[in-house]
């Protein structure tokens, strides 16, 4: 059974940093990323890598996030940066296949002004 299990959302203050985990089991995926959903608003792409360690980023967040993977423990991360109170959402791990895409739960980011 596939599982994506995000962990290290929290409440930071704006210029504070966070880092998000996403451990996947039951399946190696080759391109897995992140997510966002705001309250009242649609979620929203923040970054994907690839296996091979491609990255992909929102304009939003480049130059402050990064995301990356441990392939062998099957986590990607998301390294935030110069948080900024328009970073507050719901942060979603995400792995697309052909037949859909897997989510994670979701965890809280707060960044207050």
């Known amino acids: 059974q596939v599982q994506l299990v995000e962990s290290g959302g929290g409440l930071v203050q704006a210029g504070g940093s966070l880092r998000l985990s996403c451990a996947a089991s039951g399946s190696i995926f080759r391109n897995m990323g992140w997510y966002r959903q705001a309250s009242g608003k649609q979620r929203e792409f923040v970054a994907d890598?690839?296996?091979?360690?491609?990255?992909n980023y929102a304009d939003s967040v480049k130059g402050r996030f990064t995301i990356s993977r441990d392939n062998a423990k099957n986590i990607v991360y998301l390294q935030m940066n110069s948080l900024k109170p328009e970073d507050t959402a719901v942060y979603y791990c995400n792995a697309p296949t052909i037949g859909g895409s897997f989510w994670g739960q979701g965890t809280q980011v707060t960044v207050s002004s």
């Open positions: 890598i690839s296996r091979g360690g491609s990255t």
